[in-house]
T-cell receptor, first 112, second 114 residues
């Protein structure tokens, strides 16, 4: 799948550095959030999720932080690798049935 | 599990023709979602089903678009008649209501209407 292209914000990092991708969500009633990674020609792939009763969750090399006060979500990637180059989307569940609303996405470019 | 399977992978059609996109969700998942992705609008939710029943089709752009889920293992998204502005990548995703609600996406169908 071709990701949203020309107007995406881009984060450029050096291989080995840490990356932080930010997302502002819209609905204060949202209680579940997910980060997805989309590589060129593929569908979005689940990375990590967090519920609104938490403010931090860690996975393998990734950490998601949730600030409900300002409706902000961030994804931290430790020791970024070339394989991390992709478009990253945050998604929120505004409640009820488990439908997800996606943000516009951020392109992460990792340079050797 | 083979994941969410979409077909065809690519579709090129002429304006005015009918297009049918197909999706097989992950076995045991009871929610199915159709999304459209374009450069201008990003990922848009078109419609979703729960237990084969359409729950919300407010994202379907026009009456030219229709979606069905005749059983738990198959769904179609149909565009009739197709127009050039329908060109996009269409994704199907499925999820389970038990445990985490993360979706699993298919690889998408790239539709080009000329």
């Amino acid at each position: 799948g071709e990701s949203v292209g020309l107007h995406l914000p881009t984060l450029s990092v050096q291989e080995g550095d840490n990356s932080i991708i930010n997302c502002a969500y819209s609905n204060s009633a949202s209680d579940y959030f997910i980060w997805y990674k989309q590589e060129s020609g593929k569908g979005p792939q689940f990375i990590i999720d967090i519920r609104s009763n938490m403010d931090k969750r860690q996975g393998q090399r990734v950490t998601v932080l949730l600030n409900k006060t300002v409706k902000h979500l961030s994804l931290q990637i430790a020791a970024t690798q070339p394989g991390d180059s992709a478009v990253y989307f945050c998604a929120e569940n505004p409640g009820g049935y488990n439908k997800l609303i996606f943000g516009a996405g951020t392109r992460l470019a990792v340079h050797p | 599990d083979a994941g969410v399977i979409q077909s065809p992978r690519h579709e090129v059609t002429e304006m005015g023709q009918e297009v049918t996109l197909r999706c097989k969700p992950i076995s045991g998942h009871n929610s199915l979602f159709w999304y459209r992705q374009t450069m201008m609008r990003g990922l848009e939710l078109l419609i979703y089903f729960n237990n084969n029943v359409p729950i919300d089709d407010s994202g379907m752009p026009e009456d030219r678009f229709s979606a069905k889920m005749p059983n738990a293992s198959f769904s179609t998204l149909k565009i009739q008649p197709s127009e050039p502005r329908d060109s996009a990548v269409y994704f199907c995703a499925s999820s389970s209501r038990t445990g985490d609600y993360g979706y699993t996406f298919g690889s998408g169908t790239r539709l080009t209407v000329v």
